[in-house]
């Protein structure tokens, strides 16, 4: 899908800044019902992904999948897979492609994500 009228203009990732970008259209689509939600908070996980998406130093609200979510696939690449926690419930799941210095996000949403559920 094209930017169009009214659409959000996202500025290009700075030396040193990590690309932010949506892996499918449903991360896309829940990115949105988050940052309605929370929007401080939704921008907060946006900043960390675009300066320091892989920190050393994890934090409970911040930090690598385990199992089987610890990498996922994005053209072609194996990526980690990483997980801010927005809200109490609300997630950003995204792969760290240090190829191409770009954050894919492949999950966002307001509810806790059933796959961890299965670990």
């Known amino acids: 899908m094209t930017a169009g009228r009214g659409d959000r203009a996202a500025p290009p990732a700075p ?39 892989a920190p050393t130093v994890e934090t409970a609200r911040h930090h690598r999948l385990k199992g089987t979510l610890a990498h996922g696939i994005h053209r072609g690449r194996t990526c980690e897979q990483r997980q801010i926690e927005v809200t109490s419930g609300g997630r950003i799941w995204y792969l760290v492609d240090r190829a191409r210095d770009t954050c894919w996000i492949t999950f966002a949403g307001t509810g806790h994500p059933r796959a961890t559920d299965r670990r």
Do not use: C, I
């Open 15 to 53: 030396e040193g800044h990590w690309e932010v970008r949506f892996a499918d259209g449903a991360s896309a689509k829940g990115w949105e019902s988050l940052a309605q939600q929370a929007p401080e908070n939704t921008y907060r996980g946006w900043l960390v992904m675009r300066t320091d998406p």
